[in-house]
């Protein structure tokens, strides 16, 4: 059965639907570079320089957790091929944020407040 998340008023709590979402979406925007575990192996990557983060290890550029994940999704990253992904609804990047968060080592510890705070300015 599908997940419907377009219709959640407040897409930035994480939920089990929005990770396997978030997984769906990021097998068709994220796998070809960053791999289909996100190690930073993807064949599209092979060739990109720097080569794709590896998400599951980290090190993040911009704090990596949920705001950071969501701001790269939104903004890109200057000085790499990490693309801008702001074109696809919030959301769909709060899924894929919920996604790559959740596959990740590398976590940082974040108040729910904040994030709430973050999302209800954020693009």
Do not use: C
């Not at 070809?32 to 550029?61: C, F, I, T, Y």
């Not at 940082?108 to 973050?118: H, L, Q, W």
């Amino acid at each position: 059965k599908a997940v419907d998340v377009s219709k959640s008023a407040e897409p930035w709590v994480e939920k089990q639907e929005r990770i396997k979402y978030g997984a769906k979406l990021f097998g068709q925007n994220g796998a070809m570079s960053h791999g289909n575990e996100g190690k930073g192996d993807g064949p599209a990557g092979q060739a990109l320089n720097p080569r794709p983060r590896n998400l599951v290890e980290g090190p993040w550029k911009k704090g990596g957790g949920y705001i950071g994940i969501y701001t790269v999704l939104t903004e890109g990253l200057a000085g790499t091929s990490m693309a801008s992904y702001g074109h696809l609804k919030a959301v769909d990047r709060w899924a894929l944020t919920q996604f790559v968060n959740s596959i990740t080592k590398n976590r940082p510890t974040e108040e729910a407040a904040k994030i709430a705070e973050f999302a209800k300015t954020a693009k």
